[in-house]
């Protein structure tokens, strides 16, 4: 396994570290978190100075929100800004962190790629040895396989899928992943509030629902392109609206309309 450095030292961080085993360092100015991995048996330190050796550094620091609702880049930015100086050439940087395109540089001095995580905080370890694949995006294609080799030498499962795509595409699935799932849960609360209110049990609708894995939970209806049209979705989603407005928030109902009808406007017609 290539030696690697994991800097930031939060939730992902801890577990690129425990993955790595020996092979990794991490690094993190809160002295805090250092005396916690410590204790946990784990190689920290607080100066970049000691991952000089290291071919392989996957940035973990945090991207918060701030009031404005767009996202913090200078945790992020700092850190890349700061490696290069500390790293020799060849040396890949694989961005860990949830990321928008301002923290993607157009020429950096080190292989640089995209390597987001697919976490759920309470299983943070469970998922990183099985993730559902591993996705690095980056031009570099030695850059993109030296990632690749390090998580298959690490206690990741073997034959995960290793999906390779542009940085700007890892970047997004990670968005699009979040996104659908905040879109699940508010879907699956707003059934269970209409379920309820007609004396109906949401659990065993939404295990009914579940159960189609051909149009419920699968891929059909996720390709990006024509807006829905037809006899069915439009006039079910308004009636939705109108019918049950009473008994929960439909808003989730109303903006789906709404977007699609915004796009059926914008495209053209023969």
Not at 9 to 32: F, H, I, N, Q, S
Request: glycine share 10%; net charge negative.
């Amino acid at each position: 396994m290539e030696r690697a450095a994991v800097i930031g030292l939060g939730v992902v961080g801890r577990t690129m570290l425990a993955l790595g085993g020996e092979g990794v360092v991490g690094v993190d100015r809160d002295p805090k978190r250092l005396d916690e991995c410590r204790g946990l048996g784990l190689r920290v330190t607080g100066d970049f100075a000691d991952i000089a050796a290291c071919g392989l550094v996957f940035v973990c620091v945090g991207t918060p929100r701030l009031d404005s609702g767009r996202q913090d880049t200078s945790q992020i930015l700092g850190v890349l800004e700061a490696l290069p100086r500390h790293l020799s050439p060849d040396a890949v940087v694989a961005i860990r962190s949830t990321v928008t395109p301002e923290c993607l540089p157009e020429a950096y001095p080190n292989p640089i790629v995209v390597n987001p995580e697919f976490l759920r905080e309470a299983h943070a370890m469970e998922d990183a040895r099985q993730p559902p694949f591993v996705v690095v995006g980056g031009e570099d294609e030695s850059a993109r396989r030296r990632v690749f080799d390090w998580y298959r030498s690490s206690g990741v499962e073997p034959g995960t899928p290793e999906l390779a795509c542009s940085a700007v595409e890892a970047m997004l699935v990670k968005f699009a992943s979040n996104w659908f799932h905040a879109v699940k849960v508010e879907f699956a609360n707003l059934v269970g509030e209409i379920a309820e209110g007609l004396g109906g049990d949401p659990q065993h609708i939404m295990s009914m629902f579940a159960r189609d894995r051909v149009l419920n939970v699968s891929e059909r209806y996720l390709r990006p392109g024509e807006p829905f049209e037809g006899s069915c979705l439009p006039k079910d989603l308004d009636i939705g609206v109108a019918t049950f407005k009473d008994l929960a928030d439909v808003r989730l109902l109303q903006s789906v309309a709404l977007a699609n009808r915004a796009r059926l406007h914008k495209k053209p017609r023969d």
